[in-house]
């Protein structure tokens, strides 16, 4: 348990070395922060035979402004670095918010947002290495009547029911980011949307990464910039948990009606799942208690909750009512 | 098959109907010699021929596995702790929580839940309080790292937070002390005033057993106003 298995460590200063170690070693591992990955290591779940540290490629690092007033995050950049940065507090608030919200200060001196965004599940029946559906066996020991399943997920289970565990997720997808990816010798971009994938496209992955991928940063459009953001975070813990669920809101009031908004909801889903229903019935409409009446209708509207996870549903509810409140302010 | 059966020299005498009348005197002679050994001296053997075992197991494994590969990282490193440069033979795998205690004999630094969750094991690498448990030394190979040890002053003063800690009797069973020495002086390196609010979310990374949190912010507090 507490001593790593044998494994090649390179650590290369360009992404053109990394992407010749990537090729030569099938099943290398790339690492960053290695908050997440280390823990997988030591727990002899997973046992990669080299690892690929990126945080030694200076293009990978840093935060710049964009041409249309957003904001470009290199992947490595880290969590304490992205919620203390002046131009994210500027133009994208509940980013900064939800990066100073990832577990502890010790986790996010060191822990990336690109491993932020691409962490995977914590089922804990995954996590403890039961051959699920995600491991590549043919059950789901999470989603049985006795099972502890109050982590998991509300909407479109697909023989798996684990959620999206990140912070910074719903906020990327609801500041319509852009992910930055290096497949082989061409940069692919991916909306944040698209990044995040379900168990019924691939029930192995969380996003698109493939092996051999390097997720090269985030590109924040200025779309959002400076407009009024809420994110909330509910989870058991004040410190060192992950979101039992999460939101995060962009929106834009004129007249004191709200004009535009973007509204996603987090470890709900196995992706950072869209509140659209929301997003379309309050646009044009004052804020006030009787939006929050209809918001609460329909925010957590077509949950399938499962054992023990029923909570969620009105949590759910909740926090799109509260962030539709802050919008009356 | 008198006298031979499982010998357990803990004892000091044979086991079973082992002694035997001889000599003219009638004295007592056992047959089996016992060990001139403590209790305590053998146990100390045992776990040190253990350590010296189960030791070389994961350090020659490694270097077995090992290949020629002029782009994979060199084991030896020079890591500076306190101030001071160690030039120390490391494997890719290990953690700088391994390395600081093991390697360096820096004992401060505890292993409590070895998964980043708990900061027994927190050290300020570059300034940051990071989980020295999950890692890797060659991650932080050219940072100034800061284990407890290094917050004292050379002639054994205490840091302010140090004392206030014991003054406000934060400590109860002192397992957490370490890690939460090292998040309070972080904190005040770039905040000496914090609030109280900023305190507690320095800490937040750090659990106490024993629950003495309280204890632990009215420490910081107080060495704020003495800093």
């Known amino acids: 348990m507490d001593v790593m298995h044998n494994f090649e460590l390179y650590q290369p200063g360009s992404i053109a070395d990394a992407q010749a170690i990537l090729a030569d070693v099938k099943d290398a591992w790339i690492i960053a922060g290695g908050k997440d990955s280390l823990d997988w290591f030591k727990e002899r779940v997973k046992q990669p035979s080299a690892l690929v540290d990126i945080t030694g490629i200076a293009e990978l690092h840093g935060i710049a402004a964009g041409d249309d007033g957003g904001l470009w995050i290199g992947a490595t950049t880290t969590l304490t670095e992205v919620a203390e940065d002046g131009a994210v507090r500027d133009k994208f608030p509940m980013l900064a918010k939800a990066a100073s919200l990832v577990a502890s200060p010790q986790i996010r001196h060191l822990g990336t947002i690109g491993g932020n965004v691409s962490q995977d599940t914590r089922c804990l029946y995954y996590r403890d290495g039961f051959p699920c559906y995600r491991a590549g066996g043919n059950t789901c020991y999470a989603n049985t009547p006795t099972a502890m399943n109050r982590e998991h997920t509300l909407y479109e289970a697909s023989r798996c029911v684990a959620v999206t565990p990140s912070d910074t997720a719903p906020v990327l997808v609801a500041l319509e980011a852009v992910m930055l990816i290096q497949r082989g010798g061409a940069k692919v971009e991916v909306a944040a949307d698209d990044f995040f994938i379900g168990p019924d496209i691939d029930i192995t992955r969380m996003t698109v990464l493939q092996r051999g991928d390097i997720l090269l940063g985030i590109r924040v459009p200025g779309t959002w910039a400076g407009s009024h953001q809420y994110f909330e975070k509910a989870a058991d813990r004040a410190s060192w948990d992950f979101p039992l669920v999460n939101i995060a809101m962009a929106a834009r009031t004129e007249g004191g009606k709200i004009t535009a908004a973007s509204m996603v909801c987090g470890a709900v889903q196995c992706t950072p799942r869209r509140l659209s229903d929301v997003e379309s019935l309050i646009v044009g409409e004052a804020p006030g208690a009787d939006l929050e009446g209809l918001v609460k209708r329909v925010a957590a509207r077509g949950a399938r909750p499962l054992t023990f996870n029923q909570f969620k549903k009105p949590l759910m509810e909740n926090l799109a009512v509260r962030a539709v409140r802050s919008l009356a302010v | ?227």
């Not at chain 2, 075992?53 to 350090?59: F, P, Q, R």
């Not at chain 2, 940051?128 to 790292?145: A, G, N, P, Q, W």
Request: hydrophobic content about 40%; charged content about 20%.
């Open chain 2, 1 to 227: 098959m008198d006298g031979i059966g499982p010998f357990d020299p803990t004892v000091g005498y044979p086991p079973g109907p082992a002694i035997r009348e001889i000599g003219p005197d009638g004295s007592k002679i056992p047959l089996w010699k016992p060990l001139h050994m403590s209790r305590r001296a053998f146990l100390r053997g045992v776990v040190c021929s253990g350590t010296v075992i189960a030791g070389s197991a994961y350090l020659f494994s490694t270097a077995t596995a090992a290949r020629a590969d002029a782009r994979a990282v060199e084991r030896m490193l020079r890591l500076t702790v306190n101030g001071r440069t160690h030039t120390v033979d490391v494997p890719p795998n290990e953690t700088l929580a391994f390395t600081i205690r093991y390697r360096l004999g820096l004992t401060g630094t505890k292993i409590g839940c070895n998964s980043a969750e708990c900061g027994a094991c927190n050290v300020m690498v570059g300034g940051m309080t990071v989980y020295s448990c999950s890692t890797l030394t060659h991650r932080v190979r050219d940072k100034e790292i800061t284990t407890v040890e290094g917050i004292a002053r050379p002639d054994g003063t205490l840091h302010p937070v140090q004392q206030a800690f014991i003054d406000e009797l934060a400590p109860q069973c002192g397992f957490c002390t370490p890690g939460m020495v090292v998040s309070a002086v972080a904190l005040l390196n770039v905040n000496p005033k914090p609030t109280i609010e900023e305190a507690r979310l320095a800490l937040s990374g750090n659990l106490c057993r024993c629950g003495a949190y309280d204890h632990y912010l009215r420490g910081v507090m107080t060495a704020a106003e003495r800093v």
